[in-house]
């Protein structure tokens, strides 16, 4: 009489349940890796703000006064004149490169017209993250005028906070 072998291996069920599975696991790793990269990013917005303030206070302290748009909002994206990263053609006129390498540019807004802006007379300045932030702005960074945003985030002196 002759043995029939039984071959090893898995079922096409088994196959498709560990996949399954796998597949669950690796949507919720990725899901917490996305508001990590979130948090990552707007770690570095708040960074950007208190590097582009310590720049404009040593401009100021070098020229008796802040980088002047005439008290227009100055952007680097396309609703606020696509401003470049340095010189006197920078959203910031001259800041960059000498008082800090090259101005922040924005890495992924959170809507289509969001970056960074700048607006000052000279005497006062705003430099604010437009639509951008991710999470929720540290209590240190929220724009006076507008205390419902949750996407932006400010650095500005005591007069600049109405621009």
Same mark, same amino acid.
């Given at each position: 009489?002759?043995?029939?072998?039984?071959?090893? !291996?898995?079922?096409?069920?088994?196959?498709?349940?560990?996949? @399954?599975?796998?597949?669950?696991?690796?949507?919720?790793?990725?899901?917490?890796?996305?508001? @990590?990269? +979130?948090?990552?990013?707007? +770690?570095?917005?708040?960074?950007?703000?208190?590097?582009?303030?310590?720049?404009?206070?040593?401009?100021?302290?070098?020229?008796?006064?802040?980088?002047?748009? =005439? !008290?227009n909002w100055f952007g680097n994206c396309s609703d606020? !004149?696509?401003?470049g990263l340095t010189g006197p053609s920078g959203y910031?006129?001259?800041? @960059?490169?000498?008082?800090?390498?090259?101005?922040?540019?924005?890495?992924?807004?959170?809507?289509?017209? !969001?970056?960074?802006?700048?607006?000052?007379?000279?005497?006062?300045?705003?430099?604010? +993250?437009?639509?951008?932030?991710? =999470?929720?702005?540290p209590s240190t960074f929220i724009r006076p005028s507008?205390?419902?945003?949750?996407?932006?985030? @400010?650095?500005?002196?005591? =007069?600049?906070?109405?621009?």
């Amino acid at each position: 009489m002759k043995k029939t072998s039984k071959s090893k !291996g898995f079922t096409l069920i088994e196959l498709l349940v560990v996949i @399954a599975i796998i597949g669950l696991l690796s949507s919720v790793v990725l899901a917490s890796l996305e508001t @990590a990269r +979130a948090k990552s990013r707007d +770690a570095s917005r708040f960074s950007s703000l208190i590097s582009i303030r310590n720049a404009l206070e040593l401009f100021r302290s070098d020229n008796n006064a802040y980088p002047s748009t =005439g !008290g227009n909002w100055f952007g680097n994206c396309s609703d606020y !004149g696509s401003y470049g990263l340095t010189g006197p053609s920078g959203y910031i006129p001259n800041l @960059a490169p000498k008082y800090i390498s090259i101005l922040p540019k924005e890495v992924k807004p959170v809507s289509t017209y !969001g970056c960074y802006l700048y607006n000052s007379n000279g005497t006062e300045y705003m430099f604010l +993250a437009y639509h951008t932030i991710e =999470g929720v702005s540290p209590s240190t960074f929220i724009r006076p005028s507008e205390p419902g945003q949750t996407d932006e985030a @400010a650095v500005y002196t005591s =007069g600049g906070a109405g621009l």
